[in-house]
Structure formats: C-alpha cells, structure tokens
C-alpha cells in the first residue's frame, strides 16, 4: 500500500513528466520553423524521454496498487529568442525538475517508505544526466555557434543523437 500523500505526490510529478514532454515537442517544433532538423530530432527525442519518465511513475503507482491520475497541461511557448536560448530553458527547466525529484525524496524519506526511495533513486541519476545534457548542447553553441557556419555544425552533431526507446516500455532503457 502506498501512503495517500506519496501518491498525490507521484501523480503531480506525471503532470510535470508530461508538460516536460509538452515543451520539448514545442522546442522541437521552434527547431523545424527555424529550418535546424538536428535540434528538432534532438528535441523530439528528448520529449519521448519525457513520456518514458511520466510511464515509470505510471508503472510504479500500478505496481503499488494506486490510482493513476492525469491532469491538465499548460500550453508551453512557442518561440525562444534564439536556439541556444531554447536550450537555457531547457536547462532552467531541468533544473526545476531536479528540485521536484528531491522533494519526493525528502517525503518519500519522511515516510519511511524504502520502495519508493529505491525507485526514485534512478530519477535522481537521471536529472544528473538530464542537466549535463542541455549544458553540453550550450556549451557546443558557445564554441561554434558564433562562427560562420557554426549553427548548422551543431545542428549536424544533434541530429547524430540516439533514437529514444519505446517510450511505453521505459524499462528497456537502463
Ligand atoms: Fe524527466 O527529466 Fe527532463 O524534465
């Protein structure tokens, strides 16, 4: 049995998976009208890595016998001042992300409730990786992306990221 609270918590944290996948399918949109396929790849495969997030927890509230509710999600922008500004926000937002994954943590914690520390334990590693990866994207901007010819280099080495998994069965990504 999971506590009433925990569960409310992990049902917020799928409307945050969710409008997560939201706004990097809107990046990955902003990318096509900018005429950069790489940073729409990039962005499109970034939001099903959303999704196969909003999954797991939906996987873990079965597991546990809880309800899965979904909730509503706010429009994302439109448009960025620039790429690389998209990929600030990115960062800004994962930022934001790790902070909620802590704070299940901390509750998860205060409830003594070990099977659900363990399960967030892998959100922990991820968000890690999550904010090394949109640093990384804006630090190849800053190098090249000034240069004539620079945006289209970084659009090339986006469009070389590995397509996500089935994003309904996340489990088959370690
Ligand atoms: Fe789900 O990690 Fe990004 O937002």
Same mark, same amino acid.
């Given at each position: 049995?999971?506590?009433?609270?925990?569960?409310?918590?992990? =049902? !917020?944290?799928?409307?945050?998976?969710?409008?997560?996948?939201?706004?990097?399918?809107?990046?990955?949109?902003?990318?096509?009208?900018?005429?950069?396929?790489?940073?729409?790849?990039?962005?499109?495969?970034?939001?099903?890595?959303?999704?196969?997030?909003? %999954?797991?927890?939906?996987?873990?509230?079965?597991?546990?016998?809880?309800?899965?509710?979904?909730?509503?999600?706010?429009?994302?922008?439109? &448009?960025?001042? &620039?790429?690389?500004?998209?990929?600030?926000?990115?960062?800004?937002?994962?930022?934001?992300?790790?902070?909620?994954?802590?704070?299940? %943590?901390?509750?998860?914690?205060?409830?003594?409730?070990?099977?659900?520390? !363990?399960?967030?334990?892998?959100?922990?590693?991820?968000? %890690?990786?999550?904010?090394?990866?949109?640093?990384?994207?804006?630090?190849?901007? =800053?190098?090249?992306?000034?240069?004539?010819?620079?945006?289209?280099? %970084?659009?090339?080495?986006?469009?070389?990221?590995?397509?996500?998994?089935?994003?309904? =069965?996340?489990?088959?990504?370690?």
């Amino acid at each position: 049995m999971l506590n009433k609270k925990m569960a409310t918590a992990i =049902n !917020n944290q799928i409307q945050e998976e969710m409008y997560s996948f939201y706004l990097y399918l809107a990046m990955a949109e902003y990318a096509a009208d900018k005429g950069l396929p790489g940073m729409q790849h990039w962005m499109r495969n970034q939001a099903m890595e959303e999704m196969s997030h909003a %999954v797991r927890f939906m996987n873990y509230l079965e597991e546990k016998g809880a309800a899965v509710e979904l909730k509503t999600l706010k429009a994302p922008p439109k &448009s960025w001042k &620039s790429p690389k500004h998209a990929f600030e926000e990115a960062l800004k937002h994962e930022g934001h992300i790790t902070g909620c994954i802590n704070n299940l %943590v901390d509750l998860a914690l205060s409830l003594k409730d070990h099977a659900t520390v !363990n399960m967030l334990n892998w959100f922990v590693g991820e968000q %890690v990786e999550e904010e090394a990866t949109a640093k990384g994207v804006i630090d190849m901007i =800053n190098l090249t992306g000034a240069a004539p010819g620079g945006m289209f280099m %970084v659009d090339r080495e986006l469009a070389a990221r590995p397509a996500a998994v089935d994003p309904m =069965n996340p489990t088959a990504q370690a």
